[in-house]
């Protein structure tokens, strides 16, 4: 089974502030997934990647497939930003290959 | 179009008793998940359905959960008899095209067995 690690755990910054978020997984995989859960616990879907990056307003994501590794980064934070952000690794077509980190929870003071 | 539905938001019930948790995915999406999420084990995935039918249900986590799609447009998610242990955040997503794409969650349903 895929170990995905994520870091930080917990994230406090300055709103404008360039913010990295980190995933790390054991395993090759098809896929990865990035979500955001809201404080009021609603879960977003911001982006699936499977290689290079993606962007979507001031949210961006990279993958290195070769590294296993994926990041996410926040540009010109804003306190609206503050969510706890998951990553799941997709590495098979069943349950078993759906693995998620334990998140990061970001606080993005005025 | 109104998003995935999730119904009830807040259950509270009794050890032993039977809980029904319902969803209804986005119209036209022919992928459905049903989620947990406890601080213990963050999240996980408990079953997938495609074409209203189970494709994994690997996640369940033991006999007592029991999961149905009898359409297109609903799902039902059962816990016969609940636990105490089984008080955590249950969502359901909805997408097309399998796991690989973009999913949709629900508002989730928080269950407390006490």
């Known amino acids: 089974k895929n170990e995905v690690e994520q870091s930080p755990q917990n994230l406090t910054a300055q709103e404008g502030e360039f913010i990295t978020i980190n995933c790390s997984y054991s395993v090759g995989i098809s896929a990865l997934h990035w979500l955001q859960q809201h404080p009021g616990g609603g879960i977003v879907s911001l982006f699936m990647?499977?290689?290079g990056k993606k962007k979507h307003g001031r949210l961006i994501a990279t993958i290195n497939i070769q590294e296993k590794h994926s990041s996410l980064h926040i540009t010109a934070s804003h306190p609206r930003d503050s969510a706890v952000y998951i990553c799941?690794?997709?590495?098979?077509?069943?349950?078993?290959?759906?693995?998620f980190g334990k998140g990061t929870h970001l606080i993005i003071q005025p | 179009d109104a998003g995935v539905i999730q119904s009830p938001r807040h259950e509270v019930t009794e050890m032993g008793q039977e809980v029904t948790l319902r969803c209804k995915p986005i119209s036209g999406h022919d992928y459905l998940f049903w989620y947990r999420q406890t601080m213990m084990r963050g999240l996980e995935l408990l079953i997938y359905f495609n074409n209203n039918v189970p494709i994994d249900d690997s996640g369940m986590p033991e006999d007592r959960f029991s999961a149905k799609m009898p359409n297109a447009s609903f799902s039902t998610l059962k816990i016969q008899p609940s636990e105490p242990r089984d008080s955590a955040v249950y969502f359901c997503?909805?997408?097309?095209?399998?796991?690989?794409?973009?999913?949709?969650f629900g508002a989730g349903t928080r269950l407390s067995v006490l």
């Open positions: 990647l499977s290689s």
């Open positions: 799941a690794a997709i590495s098979g077509g069943g349950a078993d290959g759906l693995t």
């Open positions: 997503a909805s997408t097309t095209g399998g796991l690989g794409n973009i999913q949709y």
